[in-house]
């Protein structure tokens, strides 16, 4: 994967060229099978012989990449990966409606991942998500989402449950999205989340209704980082998503009886992740977790 951060100024968004019937055909087949090489090398060979030998490039060196254990010829392919996405990754993702357009040359809250040459996770302002998930969906394999920001903009909160492009996602974040408990809870519990198998939610107030909705979910890897952590541990040990996470990572301390509720939890962690902890706390999650306990220090 290599991450295109949207950085610098874009005074016009370029156009991308028509999509033939070809072309379109080739996309579909990319977008319907995201797991396999096959049809992005079929992409990768038309765009070579229709022009766009960079992004075919691209797609043909990443998906090489994926599979090599040579680390000589994975450092030479790694390092021209960088250069493609360093030198072309910015037009790549505003043809698709990325990026802000503007006169600066301030830091982007947008960024893009390209993951074996099609952009399969991005970082956006959650108001944008109407105008721009639409189309770009249907050029790339996206199925990471993160979003940041969404306080104040009603009509996207009220949609974004609804939306058909949350069947794609196997991994959302929110981050400073400053809902109510009552809106996050109904995103949580989206019917279209069908898919989803990693969330990840920052700088956001949860409450019983929310929480109550992430434990019914059937997620496998959990990451949070809010104020009320000791809540959200003490409801979530005693939820059906207990038994289910593979990945809790809790970013922030938790007190001795949140310790002690997850110790008690019936699941099947590989992988704990906390914030600072007592001592106390810290032996009793280490005789149930062993070495799946890591404690990252203030």
Same mark, same amino acid.
């Given at each position: 994967?290599?991450?295109?951060? $949207?950085? #610098?100024?874009?005074?016009?968004?370029?156009?991308?060229?028509?999509?033939?019937?070809?072309?379109?055909?080739? =996309?579909?087949?990319?977008?319907?099978?995201?797991?396999?090489?096959?049809?992005?090398?079929?992409?990768?060979?038309?765009?070579?012989?229709? #022009?766009? !030998?960079?992004? #075919?490039?691209?797609?043909? *060196?990443?998906?090489?990449?994926?599979?090599?254990?040579?680390?000589?010829?994975?450092?030479?392919?790694?390092?021209?990966?960088?250069?493609?996405?360093?030198?072309?990754?910015?037009?790549?993702?505003?043809?698709?409606?990325?990026?802000? /357009?503007?006169?600066?040359?301030?830091?982007?809250?947008?960024?893009? +991942?390209?993951?074996?040459?099609?952009?399969?996770?991005?970082?956006?302002?959650?108001?944008?998500?109407?105008? /721009?998930?639409?189309?770009?969906?249907?050029?790339?394999? !996206?199925?990471?989402?993160?979003?940041?920001?969404?306080?104040?903009?009603?009509?996207?909160?009220?949609?974004?449950?609804?939306?058909?492009?949350?069947?794609? =996602?196997?991994? $959302?974040?929110?981050?400073?999205? !400053? !809902?109510?408990?009552?809106?996050?809870? $109904?995103?949580?519990?989206?019917?279209?989340?069908?898919?989803?198998?990693?969330?990840?939610?920052? +700088?956001?107030?949860?409450?019983?209704?929310? =929480?109550?909705? $992430?434990?019914?979910?059937?997620?496998?890897?959990?990451?949070?980082?809010?104020?009320? =952590?000791?809540?959200?541990?003490?409801?979530?040990?005693?939820?059906?998503?207990?038994?289910?996470?593979?990945?809790?990572?809790?970013?922030?301390?938790?007190?001795?009886?949140?310790?002690?509720?997850?110790?008690?939890?019936?699941?099947?962690?590989?992988?704990?992740?906390?914030?600072?902890?007592?001592?106390?706390?810290?032996?009793?999650?280490?005789?149930?977790? #062993?070495?799946?306990? *890591?404690? *990252?220090?203030?």
């Amino acid at each position: 994967m290599t991450w295109a951060p $949207l950085i #610098g100024s874009l005074l016009a968004r370029p156009e991308r060229a028509a999509i033939g019937a070809d072309e379109r055909a080739l =996309l579909d087949a990319v977008i319907a099978e995201p797991d396999a090489d096959g049809p992005r090398l079929v992409y990768a060979d038309w765009l070579q012989h229709h #022009g766009d !030998v960079a992004r #075919g490039e691209l797609i043909a *060196v990443q998906c090489a990449l994926a599979r090599l254990d040579n680390i000589a010829e994975h450092n030479r392919l790694k390092a021209r990966d960088f250069e493609l996405v360093e030198r072309h990754g910015n037009t790549w993702c505003a043809e698709v409606g990325i990026g802000d /357009v503007r006169n600066n040359w301030h830091p982007s809250v947008w960024a893009a +991942d390209f993951q074996r040459g099609f952009i399969e996770a991005i970082e956006m302002p959650a108001h944008m998500f109407a105008s /721009v998930v639409p189309p770009l969906f249907a050029l790339e394999p !996206v199925r990471e989402l993160r979003l940041i920001g969404l306080s104040g903009h009603t009509d996207t909160l009220s949609r974004l449950p609804e939306s058909i492009y949350l069947r794609r =996602l196997r991994s $959302l974040g929110l981050r400073n999205t !400053v !809902v109510s408990d009552d809106v996050l809870a $109904l995103l949580i519990s989206s019917p279209m989340l069908t898919k989803l198998e990693r969330l990840q939610i920052e +700088d956001q107030t949860l409450g019983r209704l929310a =929480l109550d909705a $992430l434990g019914r979910t059937t997620i496998r890897e959990l990451t949070l980082r809010t104020q009320e =952590l000791d809540l959200a541990v003490h409801v979530l040990a005693r939820s059906p998503l207990a038994g289910q996470l593979e990945v809790l990572a809790l970013d922030g301390p938790i007190d001795d009886a949140a310790a002690l509720a997850l110790a008690r939890a019936e699941t099947r962690l590989r992988r704990l992740s906390l914030g600072p902890i007592s001592d106390t706390a810290r032996a009793q999650l280490v005789a149930r977790f #062993g070495d799946a306990l *890591v404690v *990252v220090p203030a």
